[in-house]
């Protein structure tokens, strides 16, 4: 696709539910990460893949939270129970390749995120 | 690990005027990116401009300039000209150039800046 697309854009859920949120990177990119972003705050870092292998997840906060990238395309991020602290836009990107590869390094692309408000 | 802090929550400029946002970083590394990213009301992160710390020179986009200093862990960012279409939320980035976790990026709290007509 022409960019990194996410679904749903908005997702109000209630405490206790599950919520999947998927990415779609941009054609061709090898790499993808999730980063959470609270209200007045930067983006944080939660996951990355480089094709389908999941090479960090230590930014995930708990084991409530958990992606996964199966054909090294599409990736899924998963919240189980959700509780209202996890209220947040969750962004996704993705980068052609590896991230360092070549000194000017692979410019990293953000989706619009996912607006999650647990009620 | 890395921090990346800036200090001002807020700016407002004049059309037409210069703007400087300032960016401060902590790190033990030698080689890494700096990046300024535009988060516009539309929620959208645009890259700005970027610049490799390897490089004296300073990165410059058009109307988008950088004042890099090293030693001081200094990274701000001009703007000239200034349009209402650069009002938006400012992120400053960091990213380690080497070492494994060269994939992160490491953002400020951003600087919300107001263009006024």
């Known amino acids: 696709g022409a960019g990194v697309s996410q679904s749903p854009r908005y997702k109000v859920t209630k405490r206790g539910q599950d919520v999947a949120l998927r990415c779609d990177p941009i054609s061709g990119h090898v790499s993808l990460y999730w980063y959470r972003q609270a209200l007045g705050q930067g983006p944080e870092f939660l996951t990355y893949f480089n094709y389908e292998a999941q090479q960090d997840k230590s930014g995930l906060p708990n084991d409530r939270f958990s992606a996964e990238r199966p054909e090294g395309s599409i990736s899924t991020l998963t919240i189980q129970r959700t509780e209202q602290r996890d209220s947040a836009m969750y962004r996704c990107?993705?980068?052609?390749?590896?991230?360092?590869?070549?000194?000017?390094?692979?410019?990293?692309?953000f989706g619009e995120g996912s607006w999650l408000t647990v009620v | 690990a890395q921090t990346v802090t800036q200090s001002q929550p807020e700016m407002s400029v004049q059309e037409a005027e210069t703007v400087t946002l300032s960016c401060t970083y902590d790190t033990s590394e030698s080689d890494y990116y700096l990046f300024w990213y535009k988060q516009p009301p539309s929620r959208q992160m645009i890259l700005v401009i970027r610049q490799e710390a390897y490089k004296q020179q300073n990165a410059t986009e058009n109307r988008f300039s950088v004042n890099f200093q090293k030693a001081a862990k200094s990274f701000s960012l001009k703007i000239s000209d200034s349009q209402l279409g650069d009002a938006a939320m400012y992120f400053c980035a960091y990213r380690s150039a080497s070492g494994g976790s060269n994939y992160k990026l490491t953002f400020g709290k951003g600087t919300l800046l107001t263009v006024n007509p």
């Open positions: 990107a993705s980068s052609y390749g590896p991230p360092g590869q070549g000194r000017s390094g692979n410019t990293i692309y």
